[in-house]
């Protein structure tokens, strides 16, 4: 079972950028689909955007053109550039590892439920 640690948040205005990271152990990221999911106070936790083991890409449509996943197997490191910030981008932000699901569909891999491994979050803050 991974351990992830995230990293990278912070307070922003409106439009600006931030870059999130999750550093992982115990597991290698690249194995199976990974993913960031983010929850405001008294939601759920929503699903932002996963990559899969073969580097395919899904993004929630909220976040979709703006915000950018990425993985770098060689120091096992999982990313989120968000950019073009905006308030209701207001959340702590979780990575996920360890997917549970075999089918490689949307109904399973946006479901928190999906994932074995979580990291502590990052409090990512947007001001207007």
Do not use: H
Request: glycine fraction near 10%.
């Amino acid at each position: 079972q991974a351990q992830l640690v995230e990293s990278g948040g912070g307070s922003v205005q409106t439009g600006g950028s931030l870059k999130l990271s999750c550093a992982a152990s115990g597991s290698t990221l690249s194995s199976s689909s990974v993913a960031w999911f983010r929850q405001a106070p008294g939601k759920e936790r929503d699903f932002v955007a996963r990559i899969s083991w073969s580097g395919t890409t899904n993004y929630a449509d909220s976040v979709n053109g703006r915000f950018t996943i990425s993985r770098d197997n060689a120091k096992n490191t999982l990313y989120l550039q968000m950019n073009n910030l905006k308030p209701e981008d207001t959340a702590v932000y979780y990575c996920a590892a360890g997917a549970r699901f075999s089918a490689d569909t949307a109904s399973a891999y946006t479901r928190a439920d999906g994932y074995i491994s979580w990291g502590q979050g990052t409090q990512v803050t947007v001001s207007s």
